[in-house]
């Protein structure tokens, strides 16, 4: 997860705040059904209010970039609904907007995670391990209630390994967040004004849905592609 978007779960259950972000560009997402969602990644998400003025710092730890504003998601993959073709003309990468959004939550099935989990538990495995290993070799030298209490410490310490392994596997997040719902779509800045852009269109959002999406999608990764040659030639 990124450590700025742990501060977007403080608003996950809160009614709508409003938001500005960075427009990077389009793509498409695969739900359980395999349909082609349209998505949005969005960078340098920070909180605002309605009328798009920042809004102070809100936690000790929210990272502080190089313009003084409180990021409090350094980027999301956020899924475009009909709101968003309402606005009058296509997105670019490096245009700003600010809008109502909801935070959502998701899980997260990252293979680094899972592994970290995995060897949090085997450390603790392995000092249980060497703990009854120990045991079974000085039980011997223990008889009647002095046998009975090693064993209970050593069954203790067990236990104890157990705690803080589920402590520490539960402290790794499975879980990440972002933002849903988007309404109330306003541009604050479109930073290539020389840029041949069209108009969108949110009747022909609803009528063609994928096709219309795909076609925009492939708009805003070209116009990537010529800011930045090095890009891969598909989105």
């Known amino acids: 997860m990124s450590n700025q978007r ?3 779960a403080d608003y996950y259950g809160y009614k709508a705040q409003f938001y500005h972000a960075t427009f990077d560009h389009l793509s498409h997402s695969k739900d359980d059904t395999v349909e082609k969602k349209p998505v949005a990644l969005l960078k340098n998400i920070y909180l605002v209010d309605a009328n798009d003025k920042r809004k102070s710092n809100i936690r000790q730890d929210t990272y502080i970039d190089e313009s003084g504003r409180a990021i409090i998601a350094d980027h999301c993959w956020v ?6 073709f309402k ?15 909801d935070v959502d939550q998701y899980p997260i ?16 495995k392995q000092l249980n391990n060497s703990l009854y290993s120990a045991w079974q070799g000085s039980k011997h030298n223990y008889h009647g209630a002095q046998y009975s209490s090693m064993y209970e410490q050593m069954r203790a310490h067990i236990q ?6 589920r402590q520490q596997a539960d402290n790794i997040p499975m879980v990440d967040y972002t933002l849903i719902n988007l309404k109330s779509i306003r541009v604050a800045l ?10 969108y269109n949110a009747k022909q959002f609803l009528k063609s849905g994928y096709r219309y ?4 999608a492939g708009r805003s990764f070209r116009y990537m592609q010529r800011n930045d040659p090095h890009l891969p030639t598909s989105h």
Do not use: C, H
């Not at 479109?190 to 108009?199: G, I, P, Q, V």
């Open 6 to 8: 742990v501060i977007l």
């Open 79 to 84: 899924p475009v609904n009909e709101e968003w």
């Open 87 to 101: 606005l009058p003309f296509e997105l670019l990468q490096g245009d700003e907007i600010y809008f109502l959004a």
């Open 109 to 124: 099935t990252r293979s680094d995670l899972i592994q970290k989990r995995k060897e949090i538990w085997q450390q603790a």
């Open 160 to 165: 104890s390994n157990n705690d803080m392994a």
């Open 190 to 199: 479109y930073k290539d004004r020389k840029a041949k852009r069209l108009r």
């Open 213 to 216: 999406t795909s076609f925009l």
